[in-house]
Nanobody, 127 residues
Framework: QVQLAESGGGSVQAGGSLELSCVAS????????MGWFRQRPGKGREGVARIGPDGYLSTWYGDSVKGRFTISKDNAKKTLYLQMNSLKPEDTAMYYC???????????????????WGQGTQVTVSS
């Protein structure tokens, strides 16, 4: 069965950096679309970044993180990454990785089109 396990969350001051990791198992990692979502207190789950099977050639970022966050993956390690720089207090959220056999374009923001989710890792940014 598909399993995703995030790590790397923590508490940082505004302007700082964190790198999240998501280790995958139970499926062919190099295929499909992978993404990072976040859920802030009292809000719905929102897409942060997505990456397709061909890696950096097919990435998408939410407007609020463009230029600050970078998504990448290592197929050999079956690991998805999210490098987060210039963090802001509004980036405080629980961050989840997810995977889908659908294309990134089709899966998009619709959480029901994503087949598997990790348990989440908390990121807290203080001002």
């Amino acid at each position: 069965q598909v399993q995703l396990a995030e790590s790397g969350g923590g508490s940082v001051q505004a302007g700082g950096s964190l790198e999240l990791s998501c280790v995958a198992s139970g499926y062919i990692f190099s295929r499909g679309c992978m993404g990072w979502f976040r859920q802030r207190p009292g809000k719905g789950r929102e897409g942060v970044a997505r990456i397709g099977p061909d890696g950096y050639l097919s990435t998408w970022y939410g407007d609020s993180v463009k230029g600050r966050f970078t998504i990448s993956k290592d197929n050999a390690k079956k690991t998805l990454y999210l490098q987060m720089n210039s963090l802001k207090p509004e980036d405080t959220a629980m961050y989840y990785c997810a995977t889908t056999g659908n294309s990134c374009t089709y899966a998009s923001e619709n959480t029901r089109r994503w087949g598997a989710w990790g348990q989440g890792t908390q990121v807290t940014v203080s001002s």
